[in-house]
């Protein structure tokens, strides 16, 4: 399925990233949790597909498993031991389950990233915050375009290697080392040369003078003014019921969570709504556009 919440008006990007990573990163509430992910996987799926959904889960879910794990062999609060070590220290159900949920949120708070990443790009991000704060929105930008652009150069060099017959996976140590010499010395020498020709070619587009203009080809239509103002009743909703304890939940010294009431639903329901937005208007465009083939 093609993401069609991209082509939105960056403000509208960026406000909707901004919203549901503070929430990923403040809501500690299992249920909130589960939302925020699943919609994250759900969203990571439809902007790069089953690939990026499964290279990021291999990163998150050892680092999920190592996080509950250390949390519950060094944290010892709770009143539900598991069981007791030789030297009498007890493992509690709740240090295990904070883990898990300290885990879930890094795992969350990636794949949003990921997504983010696909999503804002570098001329959104200089057409949002050129004016405003341009050194920093030019560093940041320049930033997020180099981390890929530096791992389809190391995939290349490293193709090239392997076909000269130095391969990081084969041989000795020694010779592994020397493999991976080669290939830290090339890349270095690739990241000097790119910084000298995006130097060149900012100082001959004339970065730096004053009453510099800047083209832009974004136009915040009618559709974006409707998704704005919707994540913003969203963002205002939920942040009235989290200080209203909505989402409360505690993991020490026992578990304990506000009761069900019909305001907490509604809250739990404008978060679905909110973490879902880009899919259901991918879903929705993809219906229409069926329907448009359908009828010629």
């Not at 510099?212 to 009618?222: C, H, K, T």
């Not at 229409?288 to 009828?295: G, L, Q, Y």
Request: charge should be positive; include cysteine; aromatic fraction near 12%.
């Amino acid at each position: 399925m093609t993401d069609r919440f991209k082509d939105y008006h960056p403000l509208v990007n960026f406000l909707y990233f901004a919203l549901v990573l503070v929430l990923a990163m403040t809501l500690n509430h299992p249920l909130a949790q589960g939302i925020s992910l699943l919609c994250a996987l759900w969203y990571a799926a439809q902007c790069g597909g089953r690939k990026l959904v499964l290279s990021h889960l291999k990163l998150s879910i050892p680092m999920l498993l190592m996080t509950a794990l250390v949390n519950f062999f060094f944290s010892h609060e709770g009143v539900t031991v598991l069981y007791y070590l030789p030297s009498g220290v007890p493992l509690t159900l709740e240090s295990l389950l904070y883990g898990l949920s300290a885990g879930c949120m890094l795992v969350t708070v990636l794949m949003w990233f990921a997504c983010f990443n696909r999503v804002m790009t570098a001329d959104k991000f200089i057409y949002l915050f050129g004016r405003v704060i341009p050194a920093l929105s030019l560093v940041l930008s320049m930033t997020l375009r180099f981390v890929p652009k530096f791992q389809t150069q190391m995939h290349a060099v490293t193709e090239i290697q392997r076909s000269m017959g130095r391969d990081l996976r084969t041989g000795s140590l020694w010779q592994r080392m020397r493999t991976a010499v080669v290939i830290f010395s090339v890349m270095i020498t690739w990241c000097l040369e790119n910084a000298i020709e995006t130097a060149d070619s900012m100082k001959s587009r004339g970065y730096g003078l004053p009453n510099r203009s800047a083209f832009s080809i974004y136009r915040f239509d009618v559709r974006d003014k409707i998704v704005l103002v919707w994540l913003l009743l969203c963002g205002l909703c939920l942040i009235l019921g989290s200080t209203g304890s909505t989402f409360g939940f505690t993991y020490f010294p026992y578990l304990q969570g506000t009761e069900m009431h019909p305001m907490m639903m509604a809250s739990y329901l404008i978060l679905l709504l909110l973490c879902g937005t880009p899919i259901f208007l991918n879903i929705l465009e993809e219906r229409k556009w069926k329907a448009i083939v359908s009828n010629m």
